[in-house]
């Protein structure tokens, strides 16, 4: 699914002020927040970063991050009315309380949760990460192999990372917490699942871009467009409605394609819906998309070459690192600057293990417009 970047007359705000975080033993419950020791802490971040800034954690120090319960607690002082509460983002085994009402359970750190909730004043807001080393005590059934490089074959039960988990070879700080925004959004109007999907189509007659949509729209939108535009080039084509989504398509005559950057210009373009509603007009950013072919030519043995719009390129490039391997975030320009000196070093990919995380949008950004390629493995 296509992440919406921004709906017109929708207020985001990012909840980062006031956080706190306590270790609490394994098994820890609401009632007992009072024996804590409450440090504050930063939101988006971990709990190895908020006990590193508090200096009760260094990587010379040989503490079990997993076998811990860690709590976080801020209050919201939001608008009055319906509103959407939204984590982007906890490790691992996570609990959300809204003024002492359970809310939300999450086994996933890579899942992205988004809660109605009704705000009037002051509330409280409280996570639990429960301490993962007992789950993994637990008879599972048996791997059909071993994993080397880690400590705990269990983990594979598990939807989280394997950084701060394999002794050796990353630094022991396993990811705990909300490593991703915290918000609540005050919607006009209310936008579900997009599907975006650009593809290149080439004949004899020349290249034709393809952007195909599928959405899920408020109810009271009654007039949606498609607008894809580069530059001076702008198309708009509006979407028919079926059974409650939209649906559509524009093309381009002989568009501008993506290349890396070792091969030509990563040419990109953006992408919106405009939409008519009950109460005016709205325009839904859906970021930038690029039109270019990608075969993978296997020819004899193991080999395989890759072929960007029919040119074959010889790829190369590094593994990628989060830039901070404590908190697993990074400021926008930190990530620009990085992408900027891996163009700079003559690179055309990079690779996202599936050890790592997914990245920060901003990432998969600074990869297009900088025309480097992705190398995207599935967090399993």
Known sequence: MTRVRCVEGNRRVAI???WQVAAAPAGSTLDQRAQWHWIPASVPGTAAS????????????SRQLDAEDFWWCTHIHGAS????????????????????????????????????????????????CRALAPELALRRPRPRWRVPMLEHQQLRWFRTSLLGRTPGWSPPCPPIGPWRPVWIEYRTIEVGDIDLRSNLQRSDDGDTGVVEIDAVLDARVSQANLVVERGSERITMPLAQRAGRWSGRATIASPSLWWPHTHGEPALYRVALDVRHADGSAQIDLGTTGFRNIEIDRGAGDDFLVRVNGVAVFCRGACWTPLDVVSLGASTQAYRDAIEQVRDAGMNMLRVGGTMVYEDDVFYDALDEQGILLWQDLMF
Do not use: C, K, Y
Not at 52 to 60: G, I, L, R, T
Not at 84 to 113: C, K, P, Q, Y
């Open 81 to 128: 009315g319906p509103a959407r509460l939204g984590f982007d983002g906890i490790a691992t085994l996570a609990d959300v309380w809204l003024d002492g009402e359970h809310i939300l359970t999450s086994a996933n750190m890579f899942i992205a949760h988004q809660l109605p909730v009704e705000l009037r004043g002051e509330h409280e807001l409280l996570i639990r």
């Open 50 to 61: 908020a006990l590193q800034a508090a200096q009760a954690w260094s990587w010379d120090e």
């Open 16 to 18: 980062i002020d006031g």
